[in-house]
């Protein structure tokens, strides 16, 4: 008699989901008696499925190893943690080739300065008849060489973000490209460094992205362009995808790009995502959803109640679920007080 029952209960639930849904009739005293409050549904072409853990780290243009261009030693650097402002020295390096550089460029104004004095006297002297052309042009073309190896010296201590009459000093500033924060240090104060050695490395912590192992046992890989979120308001899509092997299991690495800023993330934090299934279904409040025997239901209002329709939970997010089924998309769901209706429900032969 037991099995009969059951048996006879889950025919039931499979036959709700295409039998006509049962109308309540629920006068609007009864409704404020019952305390009854009504949500909106609102459509949504995809929803949440069980969540896959990210890691945030930075954006792949957005980290920056920083090298000292000249040989020396470290005099100061700044630690990990340490926030930057673009063109801010993150070290500083005592560098004998500076100061080479320096006393190079002294010698090669002084040079400058001697040619143009020199192609001067050389013009006035072949306007008097003096000397002939080819002395002047000589000295035009000692002028020329000279100022241009001037300008070499002067251009390679630009590049080095240098003034001329600073680099006698030999202190090397090694300024951050970006504005950031220091990521990891390679250096000490006192060591010794060579030209193009990693000193530090920076990056931006405004520009960020996630990256997610998925288990291959999982099922299908989300494509590029998927999308991710959560409850706490993140919202990522995939932008690559690249084999990868995590806790001895095989799995794809998916990084993702944010769709908005997310000032709450720090790289290294480690954040719970739920992938997006694209379908057409409907957001509705958690409360609004009840089960009997297994099935859930929602009680949309009608013009004299509420209408019992069944419904199929596809995902949650949050205070929110997704479902599917013939709820119209201007209904408004009871959600609170469903005890009270499915009681009654159930009185006009629910179950």
């Known amino acids: 008699m037991t099995r009969l029952f059951l048996a006879l209960a889950s025919l039931c639930s499979l036959s709700l989901l295409a039998a006509e849904p049962a109308t309540l009739i629920v006068s609007p005293q009864q409704r404020e008696a019952l305390g009854i409050e009504l949500a909106a ?147 000490t104060t006192g060591s010794s460094v060579d030209a193009a050695m990693p000193v530090v490395e920076i990056i931006n912590p405004q520009a960020l992205e996630l990256v997610v192992h998925w288990p291959l046992s999982r099922g299908e890989v989300p494509a590029v362009g998927a999308r991710f979120a959560n409850a706490d308001g993140v919202l990522a899509h995939v932008l690559a995808q690249a084999p990868s092997s995590a806790d001895g299991r095989q799995t794809v690495q998916l990084r993702l790009g944010l769709a908005a800023a997310a000032p709450q993330l720090r790289p290294g934090q480690w954040i ?41 939970v596809a995902g949650e997010n949050g205070d929110m679920r997704f479902v599917s089924g013939e709820v119209p998309a201007d209904a408004r769901l009871a959600i609170s007080g469903l005890v009270a209706l499915k009681g009654m429900w159930l009185g006009h032969g629910g179950e």
């Open 272 to 312: 719970w995502l739920n992938p997006q299934q694209q379908a057409s279904v409907l957001g509705v409040n958690r409360n609004a959803v009840i089960r009997n025997a297994g099935q859930a239901v929602v009680f949309s209002e009608t013009a004299d109640g509420f209408a019992v329709i069944p419904v199929v």
């Open 41 to 187: 549904v609102t459509p949504a072409d995809s929803y949440p499925t069980s969540p896959v853990a990210a890691q945030v780290v930075a954006a792949r243009d957005a980290q920056w190893q920083v090298t000292t261009p000249l040989a020396g030693q470290i005099v100061r650097v700044l630690p990990v943690g340490s926030p930057l402002r673009a063109g801010e020295p993150v070290a500083v390096v005592a560098s004998a080739p500076l100061m080479q550089l320096g006393a190079d460029y002294v010698e090669a104004q002084n040079q400058a300065e001697q040619a143009i004095a020199a192609r001067k006297r050389a013009e006035a002297l072949y306007e008097d008849g003096l000397v002939a052309l080819k002395h002047r042009e000589q000295a035009e073309r000692d002028e020329r060489q000279a100022i241009a190896q001037r300008e070499a010296l002067r251009n390679q201590l630009r590049l080095l973000g240098i003034q001329p009459e600073e680099a006698l000093r030999g202190e090397l500033p090694i300024a951050a490209p970006f504005a950031g924060r220091v990521s990891a240090v390679h250096v």
